[in-house]
C-alpha cells in the first residue's frame, strides 16, 4: 500500500499548482493520496516557544508517513512562495527530520513562459538541509498555466501529460 502526499505552493482555491498535484497523484496512482495543508501562521520563534502548532506537526507526521511527496509551486519574485517557504521553515523545527531519504518530486505550474525554473532551483536549494530523496528530473515545468487544465481540472496538452507521467513513474520507482 503507498501513500502520496501532495504540497501546493499555493494557497488560491483555484490554484494551477494545486491542480497540477491532483494531477500527479492520478498519474501515481497510489493507494491513498493525501493533500497537505499550508495554513499555517507566519513562523516566530516566540511563537514556537509555546509549542509547535497542531497544523505544522500534523504536516511532518503526513510527510513521515508518506510513502512519497510531491510539491508543486508557483514562481513569485523568482523564487518560492512565501507560503511554501513558511512551511518548510516549521517542518524544520518539528522533532526528528521528516523528509529524510524521502522520495520527493518537485514541479511547477506559473502563468509565466518559463514554466517556474527558478522556483524549481530555489525550491532544490531549500531541500538541500533536509537530504530527501531529489529527483533531478524530468522537470516538469507548467507554463502560461491557467490554460493548460480543462474543465475538469486534467491537462489538456498530451506533451505535458506525458512529461508528468515520466516524472511520477521516476517517483513509484524510488518507493
Request: aromatic letters at 6%.
Given at each position: ?55 505544522v506537526q500534523t504536516l511532518a507526521d503526513q510527510i513521515a508517513a508518506a510513502d512519497a ?99 511520477m513513474e521516476n517517483l513509484r520507482a524510488l518507493t
Amino acid at each position: 500500500m503507498t501513500t502520496l502526499l501532495g504540497i501546493s505552493g499555493s494557497l488560491r482555491a483555484a490554484s494551477t499548482n494545486t491542480k497540477l498535484v491532483k494531477c500527479a497523484a492520478e498519474s501515481f496512482a497510489p493507494d491513498d493520496f493525501i493533500m497537505g495543508d499550508l495554513r499555517f501562521p507566519l513562523y516566530d520563534g516566540d511563537l514556537e516557544a509555546k509549542g509547535i502548532p497542531a497544523e505544522v506537526q500534523t504536516l511532518a507526521d503526513q510527510i513521515a508517513a508518506a510513502d512519497a511527496v510531491v510539491i508543486s509551486g508557483p514562481e513569485y519574485n523568482k523564487s518560492i512562495s512565501g507560503v511554501l517557504k513558511n512551511a518548510l521553515d516549521w517542518i524544520s523545527r518539528t522533532d526528528g527530520n521528516p523528509w529524510a531519504d524521502k522520495p520527493l518530486a518537485i514541479m511547477s505550474a506559473t502563468a509565466g513562459r518559463a514554466g517556474g525554473e527558478r522556483t524549481q532551483f530555489a525550491l532544490r536549494l531549500c531541500m538541500v538541509p533536509f537530504r530527501p530523496r531529489l529527483l533531478m528530473g524530468p522537470e516538469m515545468l507548467l507554463a502560461d498555466s491557467g490554460n493548460q487544465f480543462d474543465d475538469q481540472g486534467k491537462l489538456k496538452v498530451e506533451m505535458a501529460q506525458e512529461l508528468l507521467d515520466a516524472l511520477m513513474e521516476n517517483l513509484r520507482a524510488l518507493t
